[in-house]
């Protein structure tokens, strides 16, 4: 077989498995996440090529809602969801996320804007939504963390230099929470105290777990 041969057969394999997980989908309890549009998309098209956009029908119903009541706030602003779970049965993880497993878990990036605090839709500080740690305040875990608790720090050279955008992100914290379908939210605490967060469904996930001043994470 040549090069091109093989390589034809696996974009037809490939073209056949995405093709069959977006039908395949709904009989497992998943439904995509937005690869284009407004106020709700995914972070990049990599996030759906590789089949890490899905969720099920009442997450991506609360996600919807929440980026409509940004919008409606700050007209023109774009929520970007990361990592969701793969439309496949209960059970299956969606590495490196161990809890992403049952399609009741959503990722979202936070907002950003440049040094004249202009917000960027559309935009984020790392490449691919994760690892532009904040890094508000004292570490909280300090010795204490654990293996999963990664600092990245090899990343950092490839993220952007811009700034949180405060208002919207409290913004969306704030919808998602107040939602009644939403069951917990992970964000660091020394982050959520500088935004002016509290919520009884406000959690930190732990020194164990990974950290979340890059991104929030929600759960049914």
């Known amino acids: 077989m040549t090069l091109k041969g093989a390589l034809l057969g696996l974009a037809l394999a490939y073209g056949t498995l995405w093709g069959g997980a977006q039908v395949l989908a709904p009989a497992f309890g998943r439904v995509p996440i937005p690869c284009t549009g407004e106020p709700l998309r995914m972070q990049s098209p990599l996030f759906c090529a590789t089949l890490r956009n899905f969720v099920t029908p009442e997450l991506r ?31 299956v993880p969606l590495i490196p996320h161990l809890s992403h497993d049952d399609g009741e878990k959503l990722d979202f990036a936070f907002y950003y804007m440049d040094d004249t605090g202009t917000y960027l839709p559309g935009r984020t500080a790392s490449p691919i ?28 050279p490839l993220t952007r230099d811009l700034a949180l955008e405060p208002a919207r992100t409290a913004a969306l914290v704030r919808a998602l929470l107040d939602d009644p379908r939403s069951g917990k939210l992970f964000l660091e605490p020394p982050l959520a105290q500088a935004l002016g967060l509290d919520h009884p469904r406000l959690r930190f996930a732990g020194c164990g777990a990974a950290r979340h001043d890059d991104h929030i994470h929600l759960e049914l």
């Open 129 to 156: 939504g994760y690892f532009a740690f904040e890094r508000v305040g004292t570490d909280v875990c300090g010795d204490t963390a654990g293996p999963m608790r990664w600092e990245m720090r090899w990343f950092e």
């Open 61 to 91: 119903a609360l996600a919807r809602d929440a980026a409509a009541t940004v919008a409606a706030q700050y007209p023109g602003t774009v929520t970007l969801a990361l990592d969701g779970n793969l439309p496949v049965f209960d059970g």
